[in-house]
């Protein structure tokens, strides 16, 4: 084997690697889109079969965007995420963490962004608090 086919073998292999992780990030991606449709169907259904139950009549449609709203909250307490922040500093320096909005900011899928711009503004919000809370 060459001198410059030996060095071609590290890159290769590192292209290789890299092109699995990419395809098994995709399949993620597509699995959270299926996750991310059965949980709005089992919110549609919470709202169709259980709201009326509870009410013991038929829910106005205010009745059932504030449900659908209120089953659709993302949003953790600052108290929460600041104490998992802490937990994970127990193993790892503060200085090496941080904190994200995670998702629901630039999904272009159909049905896969379940945040508004309100909730988005909110995320934004959190995690300004967290950060200037925590470090």
Known sequence: MTH???????????????????????????????????????????????????????ATPDEIAEHRALWRKTLESVSDVTARIHEAARYTGLERLGVSTQCGFSSTLPGANLTTEDVQEQKLELVAEVANTVW
């Open 4 to 58: 410059a086919a030996r060095r071609l073998i590290l890159p290769g292999f590192m292209t290789a690697i890299m092109l699995l992780v990419l395809i098994g990030l995709g399949t993620w991606q597509v699995e959270r889109l299926y996750w991310k449709e059965a949980l709005l169907a089992e919110i549609d259904l919470m709202t169709e079969w259980y709201l009326p139950y509870a009410l013991g009549r038929a």
